[in-house]
């Protein structure tokens, strides 16, 4: 873990107590019991939507004998469920919306293991999600290599007046081959690839189909084949940043599955019927679930499960950056 870049000024008066940190967007607080609950947590799995967090959980559990799936407070902005020693998180859609998760759940989890260092090394962090992909069959799963953004390069923010933060895009490369692994048997097509993250749906994505459009057929195809040649396999909305901020802290463990629901280099609209998308969708799930299966069941003589196994019931509840790869 880079402790540099972590914002001890902060985080640590929570540790000390003399200060209570809000995780505002979740509807909890560092103070709640709930959180006592959830020290032993092992991975942290983040999706757009809420209702894949449920599904999620409610699998988990029965994979963990039906263990206790422990309900965040709030669902308005974010939902969250904790069960067998995994947090499972929505995102919502785009940087801006999972970067709130994103932060808030790094505080949550530097509070959670006492902002132990080590500890917080062993969390395995994932965003599972959907994509559209460049020369694959729709159905296909990516595990991302690299987050980078519709110019090919990598996240930045405004650096108050004087410039910009740039963000270290790449995804830990044992993890990428780990999951591919899990999946070998699987029947599912999953490969690795570069990811591109748009800031919108339709104008980073070079679609011709929004309500504003600035692309014309070359200038898209253009871009299309530009990302290809550059081995970007697919297109959504949040991993630039996702893998940006956890390289930023220094995460060693985390990755993206995103399955893909069309082939954009044959069109923009997803024109898929509702059962093929909930099928596509559905794979990036199971990819997930082949990889906690092999890291997380099959593991656990050496690395004992929660004791949150319960009956089924319902419980209420700096300034040191990562160096631009990209020159400036
Ligand atoms: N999500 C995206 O961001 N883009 C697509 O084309 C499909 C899903």
Redesign the pocket.
């Known amino acids: 873990m880079n402790t540099g870049n972590i914002n001890h000024a902060f985080l640590d008066r929570i540790l000390d107590g003399s200060q209570t940190d809000v995780y505002y967007h979740f509807g909890l607080s560092s103070g709640d019991h709930l959180l006592e609950r959830m020290r032993r947590v092992r991975a942290i799995i983040t999706a757009g939507s809420g209702e894949r967090i449920m599904e999620f959980a409610e699998k988990w559990s029965t994979l963990n004998g039906g263990a206790e799936i422990l309900d965040f407070p709030k669902d308005d902005r974010f939902t969250a469920r904790y069960t067998a020693g995994i947090l499972f998180a929505s995102h919502g859609m785009g940087m801006p919306s999972a970067s709130i998760a994103v932060q808030e759940l790094m505080r949550m989890l530097y509070f959670l293991k006492n902002g132990d260092l080590e500890a917080m090394d062993k969390v395995f962090w994932a965003r599972v ?4 992909g460049i020369g694959l069959p729709s159905g296909s799963v990516v595990v991302s290599t690299e987050g980078l953004m519709a110019d090919l390069k990598p996240y930045r923010l405004l650096k108050g007046a004087d410039g910009e933060y740039w963000f270290n895009g790449r995804f830990p490369v044992t993890t990428c081959q780990e999951i591919i692994k899990a999946n070998t048997d699987s029947g599912l097509k999953v490969l690795s690839g570069k990811t591109v993250a ?1 800031n919108d ?1 339709y104008l980073e ?1 070079f679609r011709l189909d929004g309500a504003i459009s600035f692309e014309t057929p070359e200038t898209k195809m253009d871009w299309l084949q530009l990302l290809y040649d550059n081995g970007v396999r697919n ?3 949040e991993g630039a940043m996702f893998a940006g901020y956890l390289n930023h802290w220094g995460f060693s463990r985390f990755a993206m599955i995103c399955a ?3 082939n ?1 280099l044959e069109g923009d609209q ?1 024109t898929s019927t509702p059962e093929q998308l909930q099928q596509f969708s559905k794979v990036s799930g199971l990819v997930l679930f082949n990889y906690l299966k092999t890291f997380f069941l099959e593991h656990k003589s050496k690395q004992p499960l929660p004791k949150d196994r319960k009956s089924r019931s319902r419980n209420q509840t700096g300034k040191d950056y990562a160096r631009p790869p990209w020159p400036r």
């Not at 999600?129 to 559209?132: A, F």
């Open positions: 999600g959907t994509s559209g748009g749906f994505q297109i959504e909305m893909t629901l069309l954009r997803v």
